[in-house]
C-alpha cells in the first residue's frame, strides 16, 4: 500500500505543470461562508446592475441641465480596476479568471518529456557502470562525470534497495500519462460546437474555448485504478511468474534426451519469448482487458447492466486489436535478459495500449 500511495503522489506531482494552465474558478466567501458566482471575464463593460445605476444617473443629470457621457466610454478612456460585486448578501467575489486552457499538442508534449525523464531515471540503463561506459565514449571532463556519477549513485541505491516500489511507481505514472494523453487525443479531435465532458468526461469538464482542454482528474483516477487492477499488479506476477517457468523448462529441455540442434532451437530466446507471448496472448490479455473495461463501467456506477453492456460493446474490439499490438510487443518485452526490465519495457508499451484503451472505455456505445 506504501508503495501504491508513493506511486500516486509521483504521479500528481509530476504533473501538476500539466494542469498548470487551466481556468480558474470564482469562490464567493464572507465570514467562512462560500459560494460559486457566475463566470464573468475580466471587461469593461459595466455589470447589469452598474448599467442600471448609470442610466439613473445620467436621467437626473438631464433634469438638471447636464449631460455625461456613456459609461462603457468613460471606463475605455480611464480604465479602473473592478470593484467586487456583491452576491446574494452572502459576500463578494471578484470576476472569474480566464487563464489560458491547456492546448491538446502542448499538454500531450509536456506529460510525453515528463514520462522519458522519469523512465530514464528508473530504468537500468542509468546504472554506474553502463552510465560510466558511456561517459567515456562522450569524452566528457573528469569533473562533469564525477559529478553526474555522483547524482546517478543514490538513485541506483534507491532503486536497488526498493525495486518493487520504483516499479509500482513507474506503472501508476504510465497509467496517468495514458489517460492524459487519451484525453488530448480526444480534445484534438472533438468538433467546437461538441459538449466539452461528453462520454465520461473524454475531453475534460471545463471550458476549451480557443482550442483548448482541461483535463478531467477524476476520469484519469479511474482509469489509472482499473488499469493498477487489471494489468499493473497482475503483469508483476505474471512476467515473474513466466520468468521462473521458462528457466525450469529450458533447465529441463537441456538435461533431456534431445538432439543438440533440438535442444538449441527449443531453448534459443527467440523460441522462448514466442512461446511466452502465445500464452500471454491467450490467457492474460484476454482476462486483464476483460477486468479492465469492466472496472472502467464499475467506477462510473453504471452498475451490472452497464458492466454487461460495456464488455458486449468494447471487449472482442479491444482483444483484437491486442492481439495486432502485443503479439510483437510481448516478443520484445521477454527477450529482455533482466526480469525487473521486463515490466520497464511493458510500461513503454502499455503507455500507448492503455492511451488507446482510456479512449476506447470513455467512448460512448455505439447504438
Known sequence: MQYVLLSIILASTCLCGVSAQQDARVVVSSSGAQSK???????????????????????????????????????AQHPQPLLREKISGVGYARPAVRRRPLRPRGTMQRAAAMYSTVTVLLSP???????????????LPPAISNVILGLSQPINSFRERHTLGVLMCHEVFTDVVADVFA??????????????????????????????????????????????????????AWSRFLWLGSERFVAAVQRSSLSPATVRAITHPIAVSVGKTAITQLMYESLSNAVYLSLQAAFR????????????SKFFRSWIDGVYFWSFAHMVVFLMPIWWLQPIVDNLFTLVFNTYLAFLANAPIAK
Open 183 to 236: 484525453q488530448a487525443i480526444a480534445a484534438e479531435g472533438v468538433d467546437a460546437d461538441e459538449k466539452p465532458g461528453d462520454a465520461h468526461g473524454a475531453v475534460g469538464a471545463s471550458s476549451r474555448e480557443g482550442g483548448g482542454f482541461a483535463i478531467s482528474w477524476p476520469r484519469t483516477a479511474r482509469s489509472a485504478a482499473a488499469a493498477l487492477i487489471s494489468d499493473d499488479i497482475p503483469f508483476l
Open 37 to 75: 458566482s457566475e463566470d464573468r471575464p475580466f471587461t469593461n463593460q459595466p455589470s447589469d446592475r452598474s448599467q442600471s445605476h448609470s442610466t439613473a444617473h445620467e436621467n437626473a443629470n438631464e433634469s438638471a441641465g447636464t449631460s455625461t457621457a456613456p459609461t462603457g466610454t468613460l471606463r
Open 125 to 139: 540503463l542509468f546504472e554506474t557502470d553502463r552510465l560510466t561506459w558511456l561517459l567515456n565514449k562522450l569524452g
Open 301 to 312: 456506477r453504471e452498475g451490472f447492466a452497464g458492466v454487461v453492456r460495456e464488455l458486449k
